[in-house]
């Protein structure tokens, strides 16, 4: 489904060079539960852009569902992101004062979806997360584990081939962690791709496979037992 | 994303931030409503202006008597009074003038009417009969000066309704003696009010009116006439009237060069013109002015635009990370700031024709005009403004890099 080859991202000028990574190749199959970890300035986030079509790489192939990335024009990504890649960052990243529905729509919107059948699915979306009974809730109006699963309903309404997380739980409780994780990992049982990036190991061990990069590298690659919610 | 949503969208963002959207739209609010009312009430006084030139009567032709000269120095014109009955005698020949079908001779000066110890300072005119169908006067009570009343210098007076208000607020003056310096004139009619100019130089209710023969033995000495005004027998013939009135003065003050000349021509056409090309300016001025506000009301809007893509940096990233194409956030923003103007443009509208009633109506007293050309224009000119000072914010929000804009805190 993803083939990584010979990634290279190169920050800086000639001279000033960071290598944020370094040669990666990874490819993940369909329905696949992974995560990728490594410390803060490992290139674990400048994979996760590439990944996400949010970045292209300095060098090298990323190939989607078939289809090879790298020639996609910029003003063309938008709309390869929409239909491939559900995002669930760490910060929500939601409209402010908007409903939870509206919300969960906008990536339908801008497919140019007809809202009443987007309206239809989100809120079937949001029943199946139990929150579609704050659905007409401004999002500042709901908690914060809301506001993930709201963010997760968003993802899961563009049907991507890929749910890409980025520290999804870095800004929630302990005990909304778990709620997440176990959403996270209900959706894959269900068959949804799903990657998550991370630096705690206790959450990358919810996975199935584990990616560790250090300083641009890949170190690790394992496919590792799932320690289950 | 399609219109509908794109408006909807942009509607609820403006939404979200009410008060920078009202403080935004203020700039263009107070410019149009400036516009609209300047431009109106400039309308409605050169329409006020135009009504009382008309007023006078109807295709006049004016001739003006020259300058006293005291030592060297030429004094205003009309302070000489150098017209004269043979100028009159000439001028109603209809071999002289065919064009011209009336004539009606005229002595001014301001001066003092007293009624017992009441006392109006107003403009005394000596006229002949003529000067009711010339000026296009009608009576309120009473009757006009007649051919005997000149004939015999008879002490009579017509009021204008100023003076007449003035002098009589609660009583009827036909028949009632007023004093001008040491002679009484009997009251035999009042004219019907034409209206005044709001405070003008010329107030045509604010004069009397007395026999010429009378002014001239009675009261100014014998003089000569200040003016003599002439109708035309229609407006097509105004110019050619006038140049026969030109060559008739000429002949009879024996000049061949109209340089020499101690009159002046003038005809009602040419004031017009220039009173309303003087008011026309005006008015052009005045929205000129009112229309700088409304750039720097633009300038308002693209300031706060900014401020608000800067604000929505991460609202920004998040749109385009999960589908937003460039042309989207462009799109959005752009209609936000048309959005404002349009808006903000209309509630100017409304206020700068609730100004213009207030001033035309209360204040300065001209007809109250809506100018739709004022309403039409302003509208236009605030979708351009939002245009083109919301160009430049979309812009910059819509090359926004996702990364960027997701990781700004």
């Known amino acids: ?132 009974k704050r659905a007409y809730f401004k999002t500042n109006q709901i908690s914060g584990g809301q506001q993930q699963r ?60 584990k990616i560790r990069l250090k300083d641009g590298l890949l170190i690790e690659d394992k496919i590792i037992r799932q320690n289950r919610v | 994303m ?47 202006i135009t009504q009382n030139i008309q007023n006078l009567g ?3 032709i004016i001739v003006t008597s020259g300058n006293a000269k005291v030592g060297n120095v ?21 071999n002289n003038t065919p064009d011209v079908i009336a004539v009606s001779p005229v002595i001014s000066k301001s001066g003092q009417l007293i009624y017992q110890g009441q006392n109006a300072v107003t403009l005394i005119e000596g006229v002949t009969p003529i000067a009711q169908s010339v000026n296009d006067i009608t009576m309120a009570k009473g009757s006009f000066i007649t051919e005997p009343d000149v004939k015999d210098s008879l002490p009579v007076i017509v009021l204008g309704p100023t003076v007449s208000e003035e002098l009589f607020p609660n ?29 003008g130089a010329y107030n045509q209710d604010n004069q009397v009116a007395v026999p010429i023969s009378t002014a001239q033995n009675e009261l100014f000495g014998n ?5 003599i005004i002439l109708q035309a027998s229609s407006a097509n013939v105004m110019n050619q009237a006038t140049s026969e009135v030109e060559n008739t003065l000429m002949r009879v003050q024996g000049i061949t ?34 229309g700088i506000s409304l750039i720097v009301g633009g300038i308002g809007i693209m300031n706060i635009m900014l401020v608000s893509v800067t604000e929505r940096t991460r609202e920004i990233g998040l749109r385009k990370a999960i589908g937003a194409k460039n042309s989207d956030i462009l799109y959005q923003f752009l209609v936000e700031a048309i959005l404002i103007t349009v808006i903000g443009g209309l509630i100017g509208v409304i206020i700068g024709i609730f100004i213009d009633y207030i001033v035309a109506t209360y204040i300065i007293k001209v007809p109250f005009i809506i100018s739709s050309l004022a309403i039409i224009l302003s509208i236009t000119v605030s979708i351009t403004i939002g245009l083109i000072f919301g160009i430049f914010p979309a812009y910059k929000a819509s090359r926004l890099s996702p990364i960027e804009a997701l990781r700004y805190e």
């Open chain 1, 150 to 209: 709201v963010a997760i309903a968003r993802a899961l309404a563009q049907e991507p081939t890929l749910i890409l997380a980025d520290e999804p739980t870095g800004n929630v409780d302990s005990k909304t962690t778990l709620e997440i994780i176990k959403i996270l990992q209900d959706l894959n049982d269900e068959g949804h791709s799903i990657v998550i990036v991370t630096h705690e190991d206790d959450i990358g061990d919810r996975a199935k496979r």
């Open chain 2, 223 to 227: 003089v000569g006439y200040s003016t």
């Open chain 2, 257 to 290: 060069n109209i340089n020499q000349a101690n009159f002046n021509i003038t005809n009602q056409t040419q004031i017009l013109t220039t009173l309303n090309t003087i008011t026309g300016t005006f008015t052009l001025l005045l929205g000129g002015i009112a």
């Open chain 2, 58 to 60: 109807s295709n006049l």
């Open chain 2, 171 to 199: 009583s009827n003056p036909i028949g009632k003696l007023v004093t001008i310096g040491n002679t009484f004139f009997t009251v035999i009619g009042v004219t019907q009010s034409k209206g005044s100019a709001g405070g």
């Open chain 1, 1 to 132: 489904m993803i083939t990584l080859k010979g990634i290279y991202k190169i920050y800086g000028d000639t001279g000033n060079e960071v290598i944020a990574l370094n040669n990666i190749n990874l490819s993940i199959e369909s329905g696949e539960y992974v995560s990728i970890m490594g410390a803060s300035g490992s290139g674990k986030s400048s994979l996760m852009h590439i990944m996400g079509l949010l970045d292209k790489p300095t060098q090298g192939e990323y190939v989607l569902d078939g289809v090879n990335t790298i020639d996609i024009k910029e003003k063309e990504l938008s709309s390869v992101r929409n239909k491939y890649i559900g995002f669930v960052f760490q910060a929500f990243n939601l409209l402010p004062r908007t409903t939870v529905i509206d919300n969960v729509i906008l990536p339908l919107v801008y497919r140019g979806e007809n809202k009443d059948i987007a309206e239809k699915k989100a809120l079937e979306i949001l029943k199946k997360l139990g929150i579609d």
């Open chain 2, 2 to 48: 399609n219109f509908k949503d794109l408006i909807f969208t942009s509607m609820h963002s403006l939404n979200i931030n009410f008060g920078r959207t009202v403080l935004s739209a203020l700039g263009i609010i107070i410019g149009i409503a400036s516009v609209i009312a300047l431009i109106s009430v400039g309308q409605g006084a050169q329409s006020k």
């Open chain 2, 74 to 94: 030429k004094q205003g014109i009309g302070t000489a009074n150098t017209l004269n009955q043979n100028d009159v005698i000439a001028l109603q020949s209809r």
